[in-house]
């Protein structure tokens, strides 16, 4: 993924890029159960923030990273 390749518009609010593979876990802590992986480049709707993580549907999952 080249960061000078991606680009936002207006319409990209609340959206989300992964720069890298990510986990998407079952609730906001570190230990907590390991849904799936998504995959760099993937853009995410975010939901809502709980501390340092951030809730966010992807695919046919919701989850937190």
């Excluded at 992986?37 to 990273?65: C, D, H, N």
Aim: proline share 3%.
């Amino acid at each position: 993924l080249n960061l000078r390749d991606v680009h936002a518009d207006a319409y990209d609010r609340d959206l989300s890029l992964t720069l890298k593979d990510v986990f998407l876990k079952s609730s906001p802590r570190d230990n907590a159960l390991i849904k799936t992986t998504i995959p760099q480049g993937t853009r995410l709707q975010l939901e809502e923030f709980s501390g340092a993580f951030a809730k966010v549907s992807y695919q046919s999952y919701k989850g937190y990273v």
